[in-house]
């Protein structure tokens, strides 16, 4: 068998390939009391003394590498500093891994490092390892990988939902997705739309320094909200109910999601998370969120409950079922 | 100006470029009070508590991607895993980002991934994160960065010679680079030459475990020893005299070399260390590493002198200067 685009694109083809020939064939895949790669959560972790160093890492083959709102410098610092930050983690450090094509303009090489640099000032993060090659791509690669750090056994995870738990998702979704497929050639959108693509861990930390728990917490990358919502009920056994109407999605994603017949819920988002928290916390954690300029948008959107599994959504005509996507339906987007 | 296959060989090209586009645009390289990124050491520390996080990343294009002697998988743990062990840490964990072509046999990647599963239970690593995308690249690319632990201050630097120090090689050069060239297609050599891949750690912490300091070490891969001798000489400001007569290095190779004109010294390896020790322990060292499997052929090849800079070689015809190669003669060897 043969590996299609789908096997990259999050989802479940996705997850079977992950599952099957990645995960099934490693013996050590944990350290003694960290978070291992089989809890597949955004990240895993390395007990040390009092504290736990959160590792994770992200592959941006991005296509385009320049686009509305950003490029794949700032998503490579983005990605990974975010999934430290809904770790609960303070994100500490970088790698940088560059495949260049042969041929490569070095001026575009330095305009992506000029990115990496902001996006990384932004966060509050160094670079501090690297590595260059050359060869056979049709586009430059970057993998980063990150480390954070958070005290011991405060990590959050994206199984920790409690029943009567409250969803939040910290502002528009399907930005991002949307986003990389208007700027491909061919699709001739007149469009103000951008990525969102920002570092969100001052966002989360503004919640965690209050002294707010997050019982959940995810990013919804590919795949969009309607992956990670299904991964957190999956994990945690519980189910979620959201309401349509409370989705925070502009009229634009909305529209360009009708006319192209996509699912923004299933779209990818660069700057965003998602996290369930007590019902009683739920208003002032909004509160901070609204407060900050990446959560102005935030709202909160359903609720946790034992009285069904998966994700539900309450409609104008009724409750349907949001399914995990079996992929996110714009490749490369990340 | 555009990117060239040298821009990814090591040596002198790969340096500027480097320097120039990729150092040259961060501000923050560093952790207070750890390695930075501006020492272009083989890995990077975090200061926390009574010790230092080791971090590194490689990433890997090796053609072709089964070779006599290893995979891609292996080389993605080995080198990531070596890279941390010439600082002397101990290596803990691996995160391992994969980029797929569309069509990519996956008994090919179930393969690859159990050579990463036994060659993590070589080195005692785990791989507790991972990655994959699928892109627009010709052959798998696996970016592996790695976390060592060392306590604080005991990072083993590529700038530490010390003047009077000896030079160790922990065994034959040259096998890995002149592996992947007959390799691949159009060199029909008959020969028995395998890659050298392994991970070294085992045999480093046999030394440090023994009580004995090194001064300085690396792992010759890119650009091959004489890169490695000329950074490490450049960077502790002292020259270094070695004796050709005294490089391990096998027939086979010689004979390759010669063929071909290539020079072993400019040739990567995958399983093998140098380093600078106090002359006083060189001789306890060197029974150390020949007691090891993988360094049996470990050798003293020179010393560290203030009496020139740079890397000078005595011949049977007199001393020649061992230059930085501007790149490893061999692409994509790594």
Redesign the interface.
């Known amino acids: 068998?043969?590996?299609?685009?789908m096997?990259?694109?999050g989802g479940t083809v996705?997850q079977k390939?992950?599952k099957e020939?990645?995960l099934?064939?490693?013996?050590?895949?944990?350290?003694e009391g960290?978070i291992?790669?089989e809890s597949l959560d955004d990240?895993?972790t390395?007990p040390?003394?009092?504290?736990e160093?959160v590792?994770?890492?992200?592959?941006?083959?991005v296509?385009p590498i320049f686009f509305p709102g950003g490029d794949i410098g700032r998503i490579s610092v983005c990605g990974t500093v975010n999934d430290l930050s809904v770790m609960g983690a303070k994100p500490?450090?970088l790698?940088?891994?560059?495949?260049?094509?042969?041929?490569?303009?070095?001026?575009k090489?330095?305009k992506i490092?000029?990115s990496?640099?902001e996006a990384?000032?932004e966060a509050g993060?160094?670079?501090?390892?690297?590595?260059?090659?050359?060869?056979?791509?049709?586009?430059i690669?970057i993998?980063s990988?990150g480390?954070g750090?958070v005290d011991s056994g405060k990590a959050v995870r994206d199984c920790g939902m409690k029943e009567g738990d409250v969803i939040i998702v910290s502002g528009n979704i399907g930005e991002h997705g949307l986003t990389i497929l208007l700027s491909r050639e061919g699709f001739e959108f007149e469009s103000e739309l951008k990525s969102d693509v920002a570092p969100v861990n001052g966002l989360v930390q503004s919640v965690l320094n209050a002294g707010f728990e997050i019982n959940a917490m995810k990013d919804p990358t590919r795949g969009g909200l309607a992956d990670s919502l299904n991964e957190m009920a999956e994990k945690s056994d519980l189910g979620i109910l959201i309401h349509e109407d409370k989705i925070p999605i502009s009229d634009e994603v909305q529209a360009i999601g009708e006319a192209l017949g996509i699912d923004p819920l299933t779209v990818a988002n660069e700057g965003k998370v998602v996290m369930s928290v007590k019902e009683k916390d739920s208003e002032k954690i909004l509160e901070i969120l609204t407060a900050h300029p990446l959560g102005k948008n935030a709202k909160i959107i359903g609720n946790v409950t034992s009285e069904h599994k998966g994700v539900l959504m309450e409609t104008i005509v009724g409750k349907r079922i949001v399914d995990t996507p079996m992929g996110d339906p714009i490749?490369?987007v990340c």
């Open positions: 068998m043969n590996i299609t685009r096997h990259g694109a996705m390939l992950i020939t990645i099934g064939n490693l013996e050590n895949t944990k350290i960290g291992g790669l990240a895993s390395i040390i003394g009092d504290k160093i590792f994770t890492v992200d592959g941006h083959t296509h500490v450090a790698s940088l891994s560059i495949v260049l094509p042969e041929g490569f303009d070095i001026e090489l330095d490092m000029k990496i640099n990384c000032k993060v160094a670079i501090i390892t690297g590595d260059t090659k050359v060869s056979n791509v049709d586009d690669i993998s990988a480390i750090i490749p490369r």
